[in-house]
């Protein structure tokens, strides 16, 4: 076995263990931290006499923090490893979950999504992400990430069933206090004890690192975070008017919650697909070709949705590409910066996307109001084509510093 490069043979962490030890936490992490309020947003807006639309803003705050810290995040990763980080992020949404389950106005709930956000800096995908790159050989890099992504994919499939379920017995206080306790018991330990040597092989691949701060002086760069930006605004404008729109094209509500629902299992077969499809083709060719097809996906909608296999097939194609970011993102980093830093340049990336995708919903509600849905969803179109076409730009560009890539 090879080590890659600053890491000694024994540094480099059991991909298997790893693998499963953040498949479940990063499951886990999204199903409660993000997943579950779509199910507590009405009882709970009733409960505090709300309207949706203020309790909503909650999440977006947290998005918001989240894409915030992400910068400070990635450098701590780089710094230190994520054993730490991790296992405290785990600590520290638990107890924003446990207090959510006891606030009682808005301002109570905004500050616990404060927290909430924090947490999700500290735990999900980015971080995710660096550990794997710090210490697993390149070799297994790819196949390390597609194992965290397709677990996780399922989130939304388990998580909003099991949160209705809980909700519809025991209302969504006592919900909350149990998905505490299931966030608490399964990543706390998993991240204190599943990556306690992560990071000192990490630290051992970090020693002799330079910074990457060269990283963002390549355009191919910020063509990248444009490229990212546009369809994670487009996805989350997507995840919260896709229902109202198909029932604005004549679908039932429930027809037009279960064509929404597709989208979560399709990401993961997207996800599938687009790592395979690397062993012929480059990954930004590959990811490019997709989000060139949602466009055109999205295009079609307004033309031929009216009819159910209109729709179904147009969210078909739109769905196979809507977790492909997940996997894509951390390849690309790798394939064109290398693993040097990667949780400091990972985490820059990642801070205009997270902001985009928070603000995205609102601006797109605003749209709509006065635009119409029709007019939303061919912006979203656009977005999408237009993400894809700048990926192509992308691989086109020469690789800047490829003696820094490891």
């Known amino acids: 076995m090879t080590a890659s490069p600053g890491l000694t043979t024994r540094a480099v962490v059991s991909p298997g263990r790893l693998v499963g030890a953040l498949a479940v936490t990063q499951t886990v992490g999204y199903g409660v931290l993000y997943y579950a309020f779509s199910v507590i947003l009405g009882p709970m807006s009733a409960d505090l006499g709300i309207s949706h639309t203020t309790a909503a803003g909650a999440l977006t705050v947290a998005v918001l923090v989240s894409g915030l810290l992400s910068i400070p995040v990635g450098r701590r990763l780089d710094a230190r490893g994520g054993h730490g980080l991790m296992t405290a992020g785990s600590v520290v949404g638990s107890v924003a979950v446990l207090g959510w389950s006891q606030v009682h106005d808005a301002v109570q709930l905004y500050g616990v999504f404060v927290v909430v956000g924090v947490a999700s800096a500290m735990v999900l995908y980015e971080p995710a992400f660096a550990v794997v790159v710090a210490v697993t050989e390149p070799a297994r890099r790819a196949k390390a990430l597609l194992g965290i992504t397709v677990v996780a994919g399922f989130a939304s499939s388990i998580f909003i069933p099991l949160t209705g379920q809980l909700v519809d017995r025991i209302e969504w206080r006592p919900a909350l206090v149990v998905l505490t306790v299931l966030l608490a018991a399964l990543t706390i330990p998993l991240h204190g004890i599943g990556l306690r040597r992560a990071s000192t092989a990490a630290h051992h691949a970090r020693r002799r690192r330079g910074s990457p701060a060269w990283v963002l002086r390549d355009p191919a760069f910020w063509l990248l975070a444009a490229t990212f930006v546009l369809h994670g605004a487009a996805l989350a404008v997507i995840a919260v008017h896709l229902v109202q729109y198909l029932i604005s094209l004549g679908h039932p509500a429930v027809v037009a919650a279960t064509l929404a629902g597709l989208l979560g299992l399709l990401s993961v077969t997207g996800r599938v697909v687009t790592t395979v499809s690397t062993r012929w083709l480059p990954m930004a060719t590959i990811v490019g070709l997709v989000l060139v097809g949602q466009g055109v996906a999205m295009s079609l909608l307004p033309v031929v949705g009216g009819s159910l296999p209109g729709a179904v097939a147009c969210l078909v194609l739109f769905g196979l590409g809507f977790g492909v970011a997940s996997i894509a993102t951390p390849a690309l980093l ?73």
């Open 334 to 406: 790798l394939e064109r910066y290398g693993a040097t830093g990667f949780g400091t340049v990972a985490g820059t990336l990642a801070a205009p996307i997270l902001i985009a995708k928070a603000a995205a919903p609102l601006g797109g509600a605003l749209l709509a109001a006065s635009l119409g849905y029709r007019t939303l969803v061919v912006l979203v179109a656009a977005a999408c084509a237009g993400a894809g076409l700048l990926l192509f730009a992308v691989q086109r560009m020469r690789t800047v510093a490829p003696s820094a890539r490891r």
